[in-house]
């Protein structure tokens, strides 16, 4: 049976009915159009449907749309607009961490928010909040390299 | 990857969710935050009719009672549980155990409860079976296993990472069932068959565990060993709680239990015996060691041979030893 919720994304809140068994990740790619997020594996594997609820990075591909009835939802949209990159998404264009760009929005949310917890992470730090995004192009190293960077900018920026 | 059709009800309270899945029985589950449960639905390994969902119920923050002990809701995150201050200050395990489970996100959705009841997994099981012409195996109620060829049995192994380090340290779990409220030792809920791995039935909800803190000089430690060191399940971990004597070297009770390599958690007792009273050694971590391993018997998993698991659980329990004894501290509520 449908049911109707609302969902509040990057600010933006909408009603939609939806069946229970419908993911987070279906409903903003197919019902909003928001197509930044991805689905890689579907099964929680790899990382690239990574959403904030409540600023906390969550897999949309096991979330049902259901339970996200009010809670402040942030996807990669939200973020920057393209012209507007926010320091991590920068950085990620400065250092070449981008290849075929399929889990990069996965990175950048997950980047956004260690860097929100820890402005100065370690390279551990860095390892151990993004042990869940996984990348077949890159081989990491750029990505790393992107995050120290956009940590120091963010650093340098506050000052 | 999509879901099959459910229907979700959002019950109010735990004792109302108990009461639920005892109304639908076999035809609803419980799920916490999803994790485990979903992606085997997405396989096609269960399909519930109804699904009780636990995730819009309030975790209460851990508490120490007046004893001591410490008490963390199942309903808790598990990022949620390895950043809490008060579990990292009674049991710095648990802290460190709930931080080696999968990756930041999914451990911001997944629960203790869930990580404590999730199914024993194996690599020709965990996967969808649509386009397999083949007859079933064990778990999916056949009477075959292809992992081991030719085998009688199934060999799905139990991958919590919280359950060992919980049972070493002497945990009890909390079992709501629609008429009654029990308690049982931890390691009383696995029952060590990989086809019906729980000994709660379908209508009981794990509500709370409880981790007695004595008074002691204590040292802990955890090891999860995994090939790449990322997110993985663990190929084996091991959880051990060394109890000392007040003067800190003789070691008064030991507990060691093994994870991922059996059908359930794995508690080493003729290891904890050969360690109680004995002054810490390294010759004494070797000897416990290899009593551990030969106790243990784990099952090949994952592409891991039994061989192979066995030097790396020798090596791991010995590094356990060497850490927990390096870490030996007095209890904060401890006057001293
Ligand atoms: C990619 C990936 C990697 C993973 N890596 C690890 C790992 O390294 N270590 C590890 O331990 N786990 C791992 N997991 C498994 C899982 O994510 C965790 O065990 C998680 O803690 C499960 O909790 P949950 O709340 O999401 O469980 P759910 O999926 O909600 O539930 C799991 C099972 O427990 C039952 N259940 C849930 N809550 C309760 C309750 N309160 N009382 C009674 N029964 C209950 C459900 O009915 C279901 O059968 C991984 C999962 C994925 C997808
Ligand atoms: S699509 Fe969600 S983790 Fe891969
Ligand atoms: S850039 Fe292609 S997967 Fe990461």
Known sequence: MKQIIELSVNGESSEFAVEPQETLLEALRDRMGLTGTKEGCGTGECGSCTVLIGGKPILSCL??????????????????????LSPVQQAFVDCGAIQCGFCTSGMVLSSEVLLKENPNPQEKDIYKALEGNLCRCTGYNKIIEAVHKASEQMVTEQE | MRLPKFEHVQPSSREEASRLLQEHGSRARLVSGGTDLYPRMKYGLTRPDVLIS??????????????????????MTLADLARSQTVLEKTPLLSEAALSVASNQIRHMGTLGGNLCQENRCPYYNQTHTFQFVEPCFKRNGDQCYLIPKGKKCWAVFSSDTAPALISLGASATILAPKERRQLP??????????????????????????????????TAFMKFTLRGGMEYAALSVAVVLDMENDGVLCRAARITVGSVGAGPIRAGKGENAMAGQRLSKNLFQEVAQLVVSE??????????????????????????????????RNPGDPG
């Open chain 2, 54 to 75: 636990l995730k819009g119920l309030p975790a209460t923050p851990p508490t120490v009672d007046p004893n001591g002990d410490l008490h963390v809701d199942a309903l």
């Open chain 2, 296 to 329: 243990t018997h784990p099952f090949p998993h994952h592409g891991y041979s039994a061989a192979y698991l066995r030097a790396c659980l020798e090596v791991e329990t010995r590094r356990a030893f060497s850490l927990a004894a390096e870490q030996i501290t």
């Open chain 1, 63 to 84: 979330t049902l749309a259901v339970e996200c009835h009010k809670r402040d939802i942030v996807t990669i949209e939200g973020i920057g607009d393209g012209n507007d």
């Open chain 2, 186 to 219: 931890l390691e009383n809920l696995y029952t060590g068959d990989p086809l019906k791995p729980l000994t709660i039935s379908d209508g009981e909800v794990l509500t709370e565990i409880i981790i007695p803190c004595p008074l002691s000089l204590r040292g």
